[in-house]
């Protein structure tokens, strides 16, 4: 049987600040692999923080939503993470 850690987290997320959510996002992941993990479970809504309202239905919000999933893609390819994103369908 093999083992595996895996780590949550609950991050101080803010509506619609991407910069400082991401890097909040950036240092969980960070101190998860730190710890071991090679799992990562975050927060519904960790990138875009809660509360956008309506900003949901704008293309904006989408942009630097993806951008910033993107990014994360990017710098931490060797984490199996769980990001809850939302669509616009």
């Known amino acids: 049987m093999r083992l595996l850690k895996v780590a949550t987290c609950n991050l101080n997320q803010w509506a619609m600040d991407f910069d400082c959510n991401l890097n909040n996002?950036?240092?969980?992941?960070?101190?998860?692999?730190?710890?071991?993990?090679?799992?990562?479970?975050?927060?519904?809504?960790?990138?875009t923080g809660y509360g956008c309202e309506?900003?949901?239905?704008?293309?904006?919000?989408?942009?630097?939503?993806?951008?910033?999933?993107f990014v994360i893609f990017l710098d931490f390819h060797d984490l199996v993470f769980v990001c809850m994103v939302f669509l616009r369908c």
């Open 25 to 47: 996002i950036k240092e969980s992941i960070t101190q998860a692999k730190q710890a071991g993990a090679v799992i990562r479970l975050g927060p519904e809504l960790e990138i």
């Open 54 to 69: 309506d900003h949901f239905l704008e293309l904006d919000t989408i942009n630097h939503g993806s951008v910033s999933l």
